[in-house]
Nanobody, 116 residues
Framework: QLQLVESGGGLAQPGGSLRLSCVATGSAVRIYRMGWYRQSPGKERELVATMTRSGNTNYADSVKGRFIISRESPKNTVSLRMNSLEPEDTGLYYC??????????WGQGTQVTVSV
């Protein structure tokens, strides 16, 4: 079982930037994909961005061109640089990993609030 620890959430103004980081520890499972999901009040959890072990990325349309995901596979870390933040980006951001199959792990979430 992996443990995922997120950091870097907080408050930003519209147009500002934040950086999220996630470290996965505690298992010999080989991680295939790492990424970020978010859940806004009244909405279902949705994909934000993911990156596979080979570097293939997948972004939600709403964040393309604004968010950048990066990964250090040897260290089992994944980061999300969020630029040009909008109030609609507000939510609880979760780190997630999978092994390419059914083995998923989730972090506890870190809050991102975009407001004047």
């Amino acid at each position: 079982q992996l443990q995922l620890v997120e950091s870097g959430g907080g408050l930003a103004q519209p147009g500002g930037s934040l950086r999220l980081s996630c470290v996965a520890t505690g298992s010999a499972v080989r991680i295939y994909r790492m990424g970020w999901y978010r859940q806004s009040p009244g909405k279902e959890r949705e994909l934000v961005a993911t990156m596979t072990r080979s570097g293939n990325t997948n972004y939600a349309d709403s964040v393309k061109g604004r968010f950048i995901i990066s990964r250090e596979s040897p260290k089992n870390t994944v980061s999300l640089r969020m630029n040009s933040l909008e109030p609609e980006d507000t939510g609880l951001y979760y780190c997630r990993t999978d092994d390419g199959g059914d083995l998923l792990s989730w972090g506890q979430g870190t809050q991102v609030t975009v407001s004047v």
